[in-house]
């Protein structure tokens, strides 16, 4: 009965994860088990191996295996420069997209007084601190276009008024391959709000 | 940048479980990352230890830690009664409706000629030997109502038809709760062909 309760136990671990239920989190331990030299065990290793080294940038918050991650340690990126974000996950897609060659700094989070989220929960404080340790000139924020991403993005922006750097955030509007029939009414509102000259 | 590379790794092997693309395999990881020591650790070390000890039961091909599985080894089990099923999840299916209390047996697929699937490859000579060995007078195929379930099913019947063991399917028909409206002509054509006194 210990393999039963064994793989029980598995599937409830892994129908907790994000996107999966209990169906489908039965589903994918049958796979694993058939597959289980080429997919089950390398993923027991991968999952103890990045379990047991991959720790949280402590200049920036990114994923890193050493205190400080390859993104801050790099010379490569261009300095003065930093781009706030959310959550790893952000900083991943501007990294994907590869359209900012700058440092990141992410919050781990927004604003949320429910939660007990406060500010000094989003390393603001840290990033007060490299705006003068790394002659930071540009502060772009990053947040999502949500309530709570635009409410954290006005809190920051009021905590680093005082240090003089200036301070962006992204634009706002029709994305790209948008069909304006399928869009919310805020964005064509912002869309036609922040209109430019063709 | 190794630890880049492992997440990258670790991504990739979660994005090949069925249900997972390479987005919500990405959410998941970072999931897991957040809950290292609740989610992260335990699913590595659950993972590596159903994988190190499960195996298919040499008897009736569930899933087991031992040579021979629990329902195979239950004294509490019906004898001379034996569902024959497609897949360890169908048997799981059973098992969590409650509804067969005899032993099972796990063909591992259903023909396919295509895929060089063969009878040797279902265990079907095994199934055999059991309704032999274990005095088996009832072999119900509980297998998954498609072209391909009911194919080997018929061959299966008439593997066993020498052996003079009586062999059932299970019933086609309305589901409970069915809405006949929402039915596909093939189940309602079953159903109506299979009608039986009010």
Redesign the interface.
């Given at each position: 009965?210990?393999?039963?309760r064994?793989?029980e136990?598995?599937i409830e671990?892994?129908s907790?994860?994000?996107?999966?239920g209990p169906r489908?989190a039965?589903?994918?331990?049958?796979?694993?088990?058939k597959k289980?030299d080429t997919?089950?065990?390398?993923?027991?290793?991968?999952?103890?191996?990045?379990?047991?080294?991959?720790r949280a940038c402590l200049n920036c918050g990114n994923?890193?295996?050493?205190d400080i991650?390859?993104i801050c340690e790099s010379e490569k990126r261009a300095t003065g420069l930093i781009c706030v974000v959310e959550?790893?996950?952000d900083l991943?897609a501007m990294e994907r997209a590869q359209v900012f060659d700058g440092r990141y700094h992410v919050l781990g989070g927004t604003l949320s007084p429910l939660d007990d989220i406060g500010p000094e929960d989003l390393h603001i404080p840290k990033l007060r601190d490299r705006i003068a340790a790394e002659a930071i000139t540009e502060v772009i924020l990053a947040l999502n276009a949500t309530v709570e991403g635009q409410t954290t993005a006005h809190y920051v922006a009021q905590e680093l008024a005082t240090t003089g750097v200036s301070i962006s955030g992204l634009a706002q509007g029709v994305p790209i391959g948008g069909e304006l029939d399928y869009l919310d009414d805020g964005t064509l509102r912002a869309a036609l709000s922040a209109r430019k000259a063709f």
């Open positions: 009965m210990s393999s039963t064994d793989i136990t598995l671990l892994m907790r994860l994000p996107g999966l489908s039965r589903r994918a331990v049958l796979h694993l088990i289980r997919q089950l065990l390398p993923l027991a290793q991968m999952l103890d191996q990045v379990g047991r080294s991959v994923l890193s295996t050493d991650c390859a959550d790893v996950a991943w």
